[in-house]
Nanobody, 125 residues
Framework: VQLQACGGGLVQAGASLRLSCKGS????????LGWFRQAPGKEREFVAGISWNGGSTYYADSVTGRFTISRDNAVNTAYLQMNSLKPEDTANYYCAAADRHYSGTEMRPSRMDYWGKGTQVTVSS
C-alpha cells in the first residue's frame, strides 16, 4: 500500500490541525495504521494508532485528550485531529501501516511495514 500524508502547517499554540493519510494500492482496511512524529535531533516516536476497523485506538501519553485518530476505509483515508497544539508538538508527522495488528504499546516504527512521506507541523509559542 502507498501512503500519502498531508495537512501540516504553521500554527500558533492552542490551534488545531487535521492531518490526513490517503492510502492507495492494496486493500486499505486490512491494515493497522499509525501516526508517528520526528522532531529534529530526536528519534521517531509513536503518536496514535488505530485498528483495521477503527474499533480500537491508542495514543501516546503526551497527546492523550488532545489528539484523535480515525479512519474511513470507504475512502482509504486515516485522520489525525490535533487540538490544543503545543510548541513541543512541532515535528514531521508520518503515517504508517502494518500488516498485522498491534496495540498501542507494541506500535513501534520498526514494526510498521509501509510509510508515507511526512508532513511538517510547526507550532509557534
Amino acid at each position: 500500500v502507498q501512503l500519502q500524508a498531508c495537512g501540516g502547517g504553521l500554527v500558533q499554540a492552542g490551534a488545531s490541525l487535521r492531518l490526513s493519510c490517503k492510502g492507495s494500492g492494496r486493500t486499505f482496511n486490512i491494515y493497522t495504521l499509525g501516526w508517528f512524529r520526528q522532531a529534529p535531533g530526536k528519534e521517531r516516536e509513536f503518536v496514535a494508532g488505530i485498528s483495521w476497523n477503527g474499533g480500537s485506538t491508542y495514543y501516546a501519553d503526551s497527546v492523550t485528550g488532545r489528539f484523535t485518530i480515525s479512519r474511513d476505509n470507504a475512502v482509504n483515508t486515516a485522520y489525525l485531529q490535533m487540538n490544543s497544539l503545543k510548541p513541543e508538538d512541532t515535528a514531521n508527522y508520518y503515517c504508517a501501516a502494518a500488516d498485522r495488528h498491534y496495540s498501542g504499546t507494541e506500535m513501534r516504527p520498526s514494526r510498521m511495514d509501509y510509510w508515507g512521506k511526512g508532513t511538517q507541523v510547526t507550532v509557534s509559542s
